[in-house]
C-alpha cells in the first residue's frame, strides 16, 4: 500500500516562528498536494507539485511557500506563522502525469498546527 | 473556487441504500471525477472514480449523468462505518481541488 507521511501529528508554533512541514511518500510518484482543512471550509489547495523543483500555486497560497528538492519529499514552509493559520494540514501523493487521470490521490492523516 | 457542488449533509439508516449528488456543471469532457471520504481524524481516503459509464468496486458504485453534469454516489448498505464526510471532485490535469463534501450520518 501507499504510504504517505507527515513528520508530527500534532505541532504548536509560536506567532512569527518559521514552520516547516514535511511530507514524503514512498511509492515514486510524481505528484504531491499541500492542503489545509477547516471546519465549515472543507479542503482548500495550498500548493502541488508535478515534479522535483516544480511547484504551482493553489487556492490559497499566500503565507505559504514549498519545496520540492526530492521526488519523495514535499516540505510546506510558513516564513512567519501567523494565528489564522493555525488549522489541520493534510498531504497527499499521486502517480499520475497530465492525460492519466486514473490514479487517485492518496493523503497522510494530516498535522495540526496550532499557532499562538 | 470549488468546482462541485454537494449537500451539507444526509442521513441514512443502517443497511439502507445511500445516494449521494454532486453538481459539476463545469466539467470538460476530459476530466475524471472522483469520490474520497473522510473518516474522523483520518485523511480521506479514495472511493471510487470514473468518467463516463457507471462504475463499480467493492465500496461503491458511481452513476454518471449522461450530461456528465452530475453524479452520485452509491452505497448499496449503508453500515456504521460509512459514516464520514463524502467529496466529490473532478481531476483537470494535476489540480484536485475539494469543496467541503457532504456528511453522512448513519443510524442504527
Known amino acids: 500500500d501507499v504510504k504517505v507521511t507527515q513528520s508530527s501529528r500534532y505541532l504548536v508554533k509560536r506567532t512569527g516562528e518559521k514552520v516547516f512541514l514535511e511530507c514524503v511518500q514512498d511509492?515514486?510518484?510524481?505528484?504531491m498536494f499541500w492542503y489545509r482543512q477547516d471546519p465549515g471550509l472543507g479542503l482548500r489547495l495550498i500548493y502541488f507539485?508535478?515534479?522535483?523543483?516544480?511547484?504551482e500555486k493553489g487556492d490559497i497560497p499566500e503565507g505559504y511557500s514549498v519545496s520540492r528538492e526530492k521526488k519523495e519529499r514535499f516540505s510546506l514552509i510558513l516564513e512567519s506563522a501567523s494565528t489564522n493559520q493555525t488549522s489541520m494540514y493534510l498531504c497527499?501523493?499521486?502517480?499520475?502525469?497530465?492525460?492519466?487521470?486514473?490514479?487517485?490521490?492518496?493523503f497522510g492523516n494530516g498535522t495540526r498546527l496550532t499557532v499562538t | 473556487d470549488a468546482k462541485t457542488t454537494q449537500p451539507n449533509s444526509m442521513e441514512s439508516n443502517e443497511e439502507e441504500p445511500v445516494h449521494l449528488p454532486c453538481n459539476h456543471s463545469?466539467?470538460?469532457?476530459?476530466?475524471?471525477i472522483h469520490w474520497y471520504r473522510q473518516l474522523p481524524s483520518q485523511g480521506p481516503e479514495y472511493v471510487i472514480h470514473?468518467?463516463?459509464s457507471n462504475v463499480n468496486n467493492r465500496m461503491a458504485s458511481l452513476a454518471i449523468a449522461e450530461d456528465r453534469k452530475s453524479s452520485t454516489l452509491i452505497l448499496h448498505r449503508a453500515t456504521l462505518r460509512d459514516a464520514a464526510v463524502y467529496y466529490c471532485?473532478?481531476?483537470?490535469?494535476?489540480?484536485?481541488?475539494f469543496g467541503a463534501g457532504t456528511r453522512l450520518t448513519v443510524k442504527p
Open positions: 511509492m515514486d510518484h510524481e505528484n
Open positions: 463545469t466539467i470538460s469532457g476530459t476530466d475524471y
Open positions: 470514473g468518467l463516463t
Open positions: 497527499a501523493s499521486s502517480l499520475l502525469r497530465q492525460g492519466n487521470p486514473n490514479s487517485p490521490l492518496h
Open positions: 507539485s508535478y515534479d522535483v523543483k516544480m511547484k
Open positions: 471532485i473532478f481531476y483537470h490535469n494535476n489540480d484536485m481541488r
